[in-house]
């Protein structure tokens, strides 16, 4: 297989959400047991989409461009590391501000990734200079839109990762899920209804069959997984 194999790991709501206010709400095993089983997979990268990666990780940081507004790039694919653990960020215009080239956090299974950036050309030369500036390793797909198999197709290739887990939000992982390339479920449902500014697990979904693995209780959380039935 010239790609990743792709398990998209989430957690949903009762009602099919992924973003929402249960999110805030839900009891302390929810978390514990994803992020558990995030560990558990021992996956070379995690994945997730610009609004995910600025929520979890950026926190909104601006990136100051003006120093590189004049720094020549080639507008090839730059590779700062392959370390063998990743963080891909899906950052199509190329906005997402980093401080340097690593996730830092206190879950073992998200610390100490290489941060790679999956843009577009529609990312700025400036951009593009400030990611080489901090070790941030950057893949230009597509021009306008994210050409998503070249994209898996160049992470599997360039940096070896053999297994991603798409952890969401809804944009990204419904792109993943009309292209036919999500292999595998993993779903942890939280005992809520999603509330408010909901997003389903796949945005504008395509008719995708699967076929249940496993569904258990774990500490009185019920876990399912699913796989692809092609």
Not at 53 to 59: D, K, L
Not at 127 to 152: Q, R
Not at 195 to 202: D, E, I, P, S, W
Request: proline letters at 3%; one cysteine or more.
């Amino acid at each position: 297989m010239n790609r990743p194999y792709i398990i998209c790991h989430m957690v949903m709501s009762i009602d099919g959400n992924v973003t929402g206010d249960f999110l805030r709400s839900q009891p302390d095993e929810i978390d514990e047991l994803y992020f558990d089983l995030h560990r558990q997979f021992k996956a070379e990268a995690f994945a997730c989409g610009k609004v995910t990666m600025m929520g979890s990780f950026t926190q909104g940081y601006e990136p100051d461009l003006a120093p590189f507004k004049d720094v020549p790039v080639e507008r090839t694919d730059f590779i700062a590391s392959q370390s063998g653990c990743y963080a891909v960020a899906f950052d199509r215009k190329g906005s997402l501000g980093w401080r340097d080239g690593m996730i830092y956090d206190e879950d073992p299974g998200y610390d100490q990734r290489h941060i790679i950036e999956v843009v577009t050309y529609q990312a700025s030369d400036a951009y593009l200079a400030y990611l080489e500036s901090i070790g941030v390793s950057y893949i230009i797909c597509g021009d306008d839109d994210l050409d998503l198999p070249l994209a898996l197709y160049k992470l599997k290739t360039l940096f070896g990762i053999d297994t991603l887990l798409l952890e969401g939000g809804s944009v990204i992982n419904g792109a993943f899920e009309r292209e036919g390339v999500i292999d595998e479920l993993s779903l942890v449902q939280s005992p809520t209804i999603g509330g408010a500014k909901c997003g389903l697990l796949f945005h504008q979904a395509a008719l995708q069959s699967y076929e249940l693995i496993s569904s258990e209780i774990i500490n009185g959380v019920v876990y399912f997984r699913y796989r692809y039935k092609n």
